[in-house]
């Protein structure tokens, strides 16, 4: 589901099992991003540069990565019903989020305001309860009473995006990225609010590289 477009249907999914075979890999951190700011834009991110919730062993990645479960939480019901759901929430807040971020009122359409509805529905679910529990050393962890459920776990996502564009302040935060071609919107908490990079790593490294073959470019001219 593209970014920022009214809700499609989702591609078809080939159900796969949470647990992960011996011999198969888990997106390294460099391919799962968590540096948008807030969880519900982290979500956005999944869809550059190429779809990254493809399985149920990324969609678990992510979840763990995004802080919605302790590390180490069981997530054996994860599976392809699981991709639609947070691939349709992603939709949703997307419309919302770019929306906003060009300025000004948020747009008064019907696509919107499907959005915001289903949004505002999803965050009316229950939240995983956590509970404190001393780990071996005799440390306090955090662990969830009972395993987490799709809804449960779709309902701070949603929270997080109500709570978003309904704060003056983080709303004047959002901003997308400089970069060439990059869809990604992030909140922006640097001094003077000048970031103008999803990542300074990334396409602020990319502009420095293509700022540098122009000028030697023009050297040689």
């Given at each position: 589901m593209a970014l920022g477009t009214a809700t499609s249907p989702a591609p078809s999914i080939t159900p796969t099992s949470s647990a992960a075979p011996p011999n198969s890999s888990?997106?390294?951190?460099?391919?799962?991003?968590?540096d948008a700011g807030r969880r519900c834009l982290d979500l956005l991110v999944t869809t550059h540069p190429v779809e990254r919730l493809d399985t149920a062993e990324v969609l678990g990645a992510w979840i763990e990565g995004a802080g919605l479960v302790p590390p180490g939480t069981e997530l054996a019901g994860v599976d392809a019903a699981w991709l639609l759901a947070f691939r349709e929430l992603r939709g949703w807040t997307g419309q919302l989020v770019r929306g906003l971020v060009r300025?000004?009122?948020?747009p008064d359409t019907p696509p919107y305001e499907h959005a915001l509805a289903r949004v505002n529905e999803l965050a009316r679910a229950a939240t995983p309860v956590p509970c404190a529990v001393r780990a071996e050393d005799g440390t306090l962890?955090?662990?969830?009473?009972t395993p987490p459920e799709c809804g449960a776990l779709l309902a701070v996502l949603a929270r997080d995006a109500v709570e978003?564009?309904?704060?003056?302040?983080?709303?004047?935060?959002?901003?997308?990225c400089a970069g060439d071609s990059c869809p990604i919107v992030y909140l922006d908490t640097s001094r003077g609010r000048r970031r103008r990079w999803c990542s300074s790593e990334v396409c602020g490294n990319r502009e420095r590289v293509a700022r540098h073959r122009r000028r030697a470019a023009l050297a040689r001219a």
């Open positions: 888990l997106p390294s951190p460099h391919d799962l991003r968590f300025g000004g009122p948020p962890v955090r662990e969830l009473g978003l564009i309904t704060d003056p302040v983080a709303r004047a935060g959002l901003r997308q």
